[in-house]
């Protein structure tokens, strides 16, 4: 049995993290979510810093609606952030997630802002 959802969580989180790891060359965008909200960080994993980061409680973000379009002005947010530190490409982590939902709302806000996945 695979316990609670916080386990379960945490053993696909660690499956996906054996598979990825972010460089200088391709950082690794990981998302975090809350209840109250979503954050995302992109992540040098060789120097072990993080490069930028957005979240959706942060005071520089100013976006309402549902959680879901909310996820998504992040996911601009951070891509914009991103490019303006001359980040252009990057490993997308889901963190353990499901891609669904405000997951999927974050990386596709990130790929319309010019991400690339």
Same mark, same amino acid.
């Given at each position: 049995? *695979?316990?609670?959802?916080? @386990?379960?969580?945490?053993?696909? /989180?660690?499956?996906? =993290?054996?598979?990825?790891?972010?460089?200088?060359?391709?950082?690794?965008?990981?998302?975090?979510?809350?209840? /109250?909200?979503?954050?995302?960080?992109?992540?040098?994993?060789? *120097?072990?810093? +993080?490069?930028?980061?957005?979240? @959706?409680?942060?005071?520089?973000?100013?976006?309402?609606? +549902?959680?879901?379009?909310?996820?998504?002005?992040?996911?601009?947010?951070?891509?914009?952030?991103?490019?303006? #530190?001359?980040? @252009?490409?990057?490993?997308?982590?889901?963190?353990?997630?499901?891609?669904?939902? =405000?997951?999927?709302?974050?990386?596709?806000?990130? =790929?319309? #802002?010019?991400?690339?996945?």
């Amino acid at each position: 049995m *695979a316990g609670t959802k916080v @386990s379960r969580r945490d053993r696909i /989180k660690r499956g996906i =993290r054996k598979r990825l790891s972010g460089s200088s060359e391709r950082p690794r965008l990981s998302v975090y979510r809350s209840n /109250k909200g979503i954050y995302a960080q992109v992540i040098d994993d060789q *120097a072990g810093v +993080t490069l930028v980061s957005a979240s @959706s409680l942060a005071k520089d973000f100013s976006a309402s609606g +549902t959680k879901v379009e909310q996820s998504k002005a992040v996911g601009k947010l951070l891509a914009e952030k991103a490019l303006a #530190a001359g980040i @252009s490409k990057v490993v997308f982590d889901r963190n353990g997630y499901l891609y669904h939902g =405000r997951v999927k709302s974050l990386a596709e806000g990130a =790929r319309e #802002a010019g991400l690339d996945f």
